[in-house]
């Protein structure tokens, strides 16, 4: 026996939907990545270090270095490893890299919606303009993932479209930002490790 068509005002429960394109962890790992080492990441910078100056003594000098290893060390033994660094950028470079999907955009929306008490009167005509306008802006997926888990947790009521975009815009543009900011403390990262072991290898040549 045939199924029986859905009529336009058919409400399909998230169950009965055809499944997103992409697994919702995947498309959420940034967020999870950023929960548990986002303060470990803003803690990677380079250090602001003393200069010395040309008739500082070998005693100053020593000093100096000492405060400037104290310095490099302590920032290290705080920031990100080099390894989950990496692991952000791989993961935003992918993320923003990413091709609008509508099979995605379908999938969280339905997470977004279904989990409602009170839905819009034309549930339809909300969801296709709702779909086509995130498609349109070129929401990578994993935008539009962590945008409507957003919604979901904190908003009491179905947001209006222009909500859906604007937290979009919001999530992209923290993405963006954090991109820039791991790419920073990667480069922070290596120069201080070098600084380090260039100093660690001058204390232990022999004196001339």
């Not at 008739?55 to 000492?66: G, H, K, M, N, S």
């Not at 479209?161 to 604007?166: A, C, D, N, Q, R």
Request: aromatic fraction near 4%; charged fraction near 30%.
């Amino acid at each position: 026996m045939a199924d029986h068509p859905l009529s336009p005002t058919t409400i399909v429960p998230l169950e009965q939907r055809p499944a997103a394109t992409a697994d919702p962890r995947k498309l959420l790992k940034i967020e999870h990545l950023l929960r548990e080492h986002g303060r470990s990441v803003a803690r990677t910078y380079f250090p602001t270090l003393r200069a010395g100056g040309l008739r500082d003594t070998p005693e100053r000098r020593a000093l100096l270095e000492a405060e400037h290893r104290d310095a490099l060390e302590a920032m290290l033994a705080g920031a990100a490893s080099m390894s989950t660094l990496e692991a952000i950028s791989d993961a935003l470079g992918a993320a923003l890299g990413a091709e609008p999907d509508e099979g995605v955009i379908e999938g969280c929306l339905a997470a977004l919606i279904d989990t409602r008490v009170r839905v819009p009167h034309n549930l339809p005509i909300y969801l296709e303009a709702l779909i086509y306008d995130l498609r349109d802006e070129g929401f990578p997926p994993a935008v539009v993932a962590a945008a409507c888990q957003r919604i979901r947790r904190e908003s009491k009521f179905l947001p209006e479209i222009s909500e859906v975009l604007t937290t979009c815009r919001e999530t992209l543009a923290r993405y963006r930002e954090q991109q820039q900011r791991v790419s920073e403390a990667l480069v922070a990262r290596r120069k201080a490790e070098r600084w380090l072991s260039d100093m660690t290898c001058t204390a232990q040549d022999p004196v001339q």
